[in-house]
């Protein structure tokens, strides 16, 4: 059984940090993982992918530079570690795993085929 728990998001000022947690139980059956994120009435945007050996693999360019993917094998989990934080980051933030093929990991549009149920991140 395939479980994904977001945890860590929260409303923060703009300039702040936070730092997202996803424990997933199928970790070391996943080629990678990864955040998405959704605002209301906008589409869903792929954020970061991470090998789950640790190498990053994307980042969105409205994250680069501030958004840093990060995992812990041992603890089965993923981190979204979220600087200088804007007004427009604010969404709902869902961690994601990819266990079909590793092919997929180097596809943003393709990347994820589990999900969690989502962290709400509000900048003001």
């Known amino acids: 059984h395939v479980q994904l728990v977001e945890s860590g998001g929260g409303s923060v000022q703009a300039g702040g940090s936070l730092r997202l947690s996803c424990i997933v139980s199928?970790?070391?059956?996943?080629?990678?993982l990864g955040w998405f994120r959704q605002a209301p009435g906008k589409e869903r945007e792929l954020v970061a992918i991470?090998?789950?050996?640790?190498?990053?693999?994307y980042y969105a360019e409205s994250v680069k530079g501030r958004f840093r993917i990060s995992q812990d094998m041992a603890k089965k989990t993923v981190y979204l570690q979220m600087d200088s934080l804007k007004p427009e980051d604010t969404a709902t933030y869902y961690c994601?795993?990819?266990?079909?093929?590793?092919?997929?990991?180097?596809?943003?549009?393709?990347?994820?085929?589990?999900w969690g149920q989502g962290t709400q991140v509000t900048v003001s």
């Open positions: 199928t970790y070391t059956a996943s080629y990678c």
């Open positions: 991470i090998r789950s050996d640790g190498d990053s693999l």
């Open positions: 994601a795993a990819e266990l079909r093929a590793v092919g997929f990991c180097y596809i943003p549009e393709k990347f994820g085929n589990y």
